[in-house]
């Protein structure tokens, strides 16, 4: 039996997809120039969140929704320096990042073919940057599972239980595509098919093969 647009045949797949470093494209290059335009070490941005104890407490409580962006912003301008603003520092920060714009447009051949997409996302904040609504991709997707939102991150078994319910087809006719090799092992514990993005392309082309659609060409 089809399912929407699928071709008689072929089943319908879940695909899940992670945001930073999938619908977008790697935010290093972005994060270097803001801290050069800032006066700051090129590598600030990610000593401050992953290098310094305070820096991952504070993000890891940002990402589950114990701490709303207004205030990670605040204090986390703090331990980048006097001379930092603390206005939208976020979305300062990310608002350069480009869109992977062949991933989006194979998340778009996907729905019309009649898949269901999950946008399966450790959140950076939602207010007063909305990261989502930036990149123009909240939506593509027929289910958005952020873990702001729902109180729990990747890579917790909890959260893909969650996606898989809420999809609504069992793990073995999922796909999950995430940047951080340390998210996909709890996917592929569940039965989900997982891809590991290193490089757009390769990660478009695999996906293309496994869901049986194509990416319109972008320019």
């Not at 800032?38 to 993000?59: I, S």
């Amino acid at each position: 039996m089809a399912h929407g647009n699928l071709a008689e045949g072929r089943e319908q797949r879940g695909l899940i997809l992670d945001f930073a470093g999938v619908l977008t494209a790697s935010p290093d290059a972005a994060h270097h120039a803001w801290c050069v335009s800032e006066g700051l070490a090129v590598g600030a941005w990610g000593d401050a969140l992953t290098g310094n104890p305070e820096g991952r407490r504070l993000y890891a409580a940002l990402e589950i929704g114990h701490m709303g962006q207004a205030e990670w912003n605040e204090r986390t301008a703090a331990l980048l320096g006097a001379r930092v603003s603390p206005v939208n520092l976020m979305g300062r920060a990310w608002t350069d990042v480009p869109p992977a714009r062949r991933m989006i447009s194979l998340a778009r051949a996907a729905r019309a073919a009649g898949h269901r997409l999950a946008l399966l996302s450790n959140s950076f904040g939602l207010d007063p940057f909305n990261p989502y609504e930036h990149t123009g991709v909240w939506d593509l997707f027929d289910v958005h599972v952020v873990s702001e939102l729902v109180g729990m991150a990747k890579p917790d078994p909890a959260i893909y239980r969650l996606t898989l319910e809420r999809v609504g087809l069992p793990a073995e006719r999922c796909v999950f595509a995430d940047d951080r090799a340390v998210n996909l092992p709890p996917a592929a514990r569940l039965g989900i098919t997982t891809v590991h993005v290193t490089d757009e392309d390769t990660a478009v082309g695999h996906l293309e093969a496994l869901l049986g659609v194509k990416a319109d060409p972008v320019d």
